[in-house]
């Protein structure tokens, strides 16, 4: 449930497809287990869903620019 850095932002056009799914199915699991979480309000970081959300998005653009090309 890390952070997206700049770096893993940029490594992101590297990646195929395939890789890319890959990690938007980890990223929807933690966030679906986060929201599970909030409901018991056992989460200590409340931004953590907003930036998975960011980085769930960030993929969806990615694997739609390489759909189109």
Same mark, same amino acid.
């Given at each position: 449930?890390? &952070?997206? %850095? &700049? *770096? *893993? /932002?940029e #490594?992101?056009k590297?990646?195929k497809?395939?890789e890319? !799914? $890959? @990690? +938007?199915?980890?990223? =929807?699991e #933690?966030? =679906?287990?986060?929201r599970f979480?909030a409901e018991?309000s056992?989460s200590k #970081?409340? @931004? !953590? +869903?907003? %930036?998975l /959300? &960011?980085?769930i998005a960030?993929i +969806? %653009? !990615?694997? #739609?620019k390489?759909n &189109? $090309?």
């Amino acid at each position: 449930m890390a &952070k997206m %850095t &700049k *770096n *893993n /932002r940029e #490594n992101l056009k590297g990646m195929k497809g395939g890789e890319l !799914e $890959k @990690k +938007l199915a980890i990223l =929807r699991e #933690n966030a =679906r287990v986060i929201r599970f979480k909030a409901e018991g309000s056992k989460s200590k #970081n409340v @931004k !953590e +869903l907003s %930036t998975l /959300r &960011k980085d769930i998005a960030r993929i +969806l %653009t !990615e694997l #739609n620019k390489q759909n &189109k $090309k």
